[in-house]
């Protein structure tokens, strides 16, 4: 499965909204009806950080700034409002299938 | 506290050899899947391979397939990676990540393999 993420820069304003796409070559509908969707952040020089699983489910400790939403093959993770601390690459992970798969990742940077 | 280590990574001749190691510790480690990633310097991150919680169960990448190994330890919470006739391209930063069914949801600071003559 391909998963192609847009756009791959994002120069957002301080306490401005980001949005980020994220589509799958297909369906990432599992057998058992769950969408094993996930968006990690990766920090400059720290390992990736999973915030979102399951299409929408912020992970323990995500601020409620970050969201995620989308269905069968196409997926959004949004930030309200970006702060100082967002600036990364953010990448999504489908889970569904074998070979699990990334997107190439979108860097998120202050203007 | 939840905590991967990995260890292992370093210089390596092409075609030689190379076993990681991921300590894991704050939780019960023989309870969860667990997977490899890399990343290339700069780059985006490929997922490498997924092993169950029992150690019965392993999947690759292709690009790694027949060439790396996926096994665990649950009595000393440590997972591996075996890795043979190592390439260039196979110079990256490589971490473990737990598996909470279909999310990543921990992961290590990961360790440095550089392959080069």
């Known amino acids: 499965i391909v998963m192609t993420q847009t756009p791959l820069s994002s120069p957002v304003t301080l306490g401005q909204p980001a949005s980020i796409s994220c589509k799958s070559s297909?369906?990432?509908?599992?057998?058992?009806?769950?969408?094993?969707l996930n968006w990690l952040q990766q920090r400059p020089g720290q390992p990736p950080r999973l915030l979102i699983y399951?299409?929408?489910n912020r992970f323990s400790g995500v601020p409620d700034r970050f969201s995620g939403s989308g269905a069968g093959t196409d997926f959004t993770l949004k930030i309200s409002r970006v702060e100082a601390e967002d600036v990364g690459v953010y990448y999504c992970l489908q889970a569904t299938e074998f070979p699990r798969t990334f997107g190439q990742g979108t860097k998120v940077e202050i203007k | 506290e939840v905590q991967l280590v990995e260890s292992g990574g370093g210089l390596v001749r092409p075609g030689g050899s190379l076993t990681l190691s991921c300590a894991a510790s704050g939780f019960t480690f023989s309870d969860y899947w667990m997977n490899w990633v890399r990343q290339t310097p700069g780059e985006g991150l490929l997922w490498l391979s997924f092993i169950t919680e029992d150690g019965t169960g392993t999947n690759y990448a292709d690009s790694v397939k027949g060439r790396f190994t996926i096994t665990r330890d649950n009595a000393r919470n440590t997972l591996y990676l075996q890795m043979n006739s190592l390439r260039a391209d196979d110079t990256a930063v490589y971490y473990c990540?737990?598996?909470?069914?279909?999310?990543?949801?921990?992961w290590g600071q990961g360790t440095l393999v550089t392959v080069s003559s």
């Open positions: 297909q369906s990432l509908v599992h057998s058992d009806g769950n969408t094993y």
């Open positions: 990540s737990r598996d909470a069914i279909g999310h990543f949801d921990q």
């Open positions: 399951q299409i929408s």
